[in-house]
């Protein structure tokens, strides 16, 4: 039995280090930098009260889907995420502790709702997972079961933002560079744009996370529309467009360092 597991985690290994794999998977990378850029600029638009599209990102491929070379570049997006999933599905089974193994399959389903929102673009349909979100909490919220189901989500959600924030402060993304590769500048520069926009996600998920609790609290399943009831929320506070500024920089040095992963991250 043992050399049957070994062998199938000899040919796990190999699978994920299929040349192709890997390219499409870095090129993978380079899309979600992009998408956590424009991400970035919704957030700034947020703030300023101009008018944009849901604040997430799936509102992000919406803003860039009626410019020149837009589709294009939504579909080269999609198609590395798909192969960030098929990356990330290999690496769930060859990993040998179950926090490693949750991780990825997190992993691997929110890979595959960004990749699923960019084909609802694609196909010309607007792509509203914040109205999705409402709809769900809105039916939930008709039974009791699905308010704790909704208090559930919230909870959940609360404690990724929570993760994320505790990966930036503890800079444990390191461990999945080549930071052996890198010279000292841009291993400062990447230590820095890492720890900025997993805080920065960690923060905005956080408040979506406490909305949706908020939501099956009251039975408002307005608050229940992810990070674009984050962001709103957020602007019609005192304090809101300074804080969603800090938010948009974050997001912002997010992307930049996703675009480092694409040559720096262990594959």
């Known amino acids: 039995m043992s050399s049957l597991s070994t062998r199938a985690r000899g040919a796990l290994s190999r699978a994920a280090g299929n040349p192709a794999l890997e390219r499409l998977t870095r090129a993978g990378f380079v899309g979600y930098g992009i998408l956590h ?17 849901d604040g997430d990102q799936s ?11 837009g589709l ?10 798909v192969a960030m999933a098929a990356w990330q599905v290999l690496e769930m089974l060859r990993e040998r502790r179950l926090i490693e193994r949750m991780a990825s399959a997190g992993r691997v389903a929110f890979y595959l709702y960004l990749a699923v929102s960019g084909v609802k673009v694609l196909r010309g349909k607007k792509s509203s997972s914040a109205d999705t979100q409402q709809d769900t909490a809105e039916g939930l ?15 959940v959600l609360a404690g990724i933002g929570g993760w994320l924030a505790f990966v930036g402060l503890t800079r444990r993304f390191e461990k999945h560079l080549r ?89």
């Open 179 to 267: 930071v052996g590769e890198m010279a000292a500048g841009t291993r400062r520069l990447v230590r820095r744009l890492g720890a900025a926009g997993f805080v920065a996600k960690g923060l905005a998920y956080g408040i979506a996370g406490a909305l949706f609790v908020i939501a099956g609290w009251r039975y408002d399943p307005d608050k229940a529309r992810g990070l674009d009831a984050a962001l709103r929320t957020l602007a019609g506070e005192a304090y809101g467009t300074a804080l969603l500024l800090v938010i948009a920089l974050g997001f912002a040095a997010y992307g930049v360092f996703a675009l480092t992963e694409a040559r720096y991250r262990r594959i």
């Open 59 to 69: 509102g992000a491929m919406q803003e860039i889907a009626d410019e020149p070379f």
């Open 141 to 155: 919220l008709a039974s009791s079961g699905g308010r704790v189901a909704v208090v559930a989500a919230g909870l």
């Open 72 to 81: 294009t570049l939504i579909a080269a997006i999609v198609v590395g995420l």
């Open 37 to 53: 850029l424009l991400f970035a600029w919704v957030v700034a638009r947020v703030a300023s009260g101009g008018p944009t599209a």
